[in-house]
């Protein structure tokens, strides 16, 4: 049964720090490209950050550069983005995406809420 599951969202201050996890079971992790995407109310899903599946290239969206790190640990069937000096912009649902040759995963969402 494939699972892609997101954890470790939450509400934090401006310029807090989280770390969420996507924890992947059920198909071949170490294939799947991971992106990180987010979907605040009333706009579009964004993607935020990408990695590879072997090189573990990265690659970010330009608002989130310097702030944001992705991650992964294909022993673990985990990718992780670090999500530093986070701003109220960044307020959305993320999403975890893992996308392969013919399939694409996606997770259920967790909420970040960057307020004071």
């Known amino acids: 049964q494939v699972q892609v599951v997101e954890s470790g969202g939450g509400l934090v201050q401006p310029g807090g720090s989280l770390r969420l996890s996507c924890a992947a079971s059920g198909f071949l992790f170490s294939d799947y490209r991971v992106n990180w995407y987010r979907q605040a109310p009333g706009k579009e899903r964004e993607l935020v950050a990408g990695i590879s599946s072997t090189r573990g290239t990265t690659n970010y969206a330009d608002s989130v550069k310097g702030r944001f790190t992705i991650s992964r640990d294909n022993a673990r069937n985990t990718v992780y983005l670090q999500m530093n000096n986070l701003k109220p912009e960044d307020t959305a649902v993320y999403f975890c995406?893992?996308?392969?040759?013919?399939?694409?995963?996606w997770g259920q969402g967790t909420q970040v809420t960057v307020s004071s």
């Open positions: 995406n893992a996308v392969g040759l013919l399939k694409d995963f």
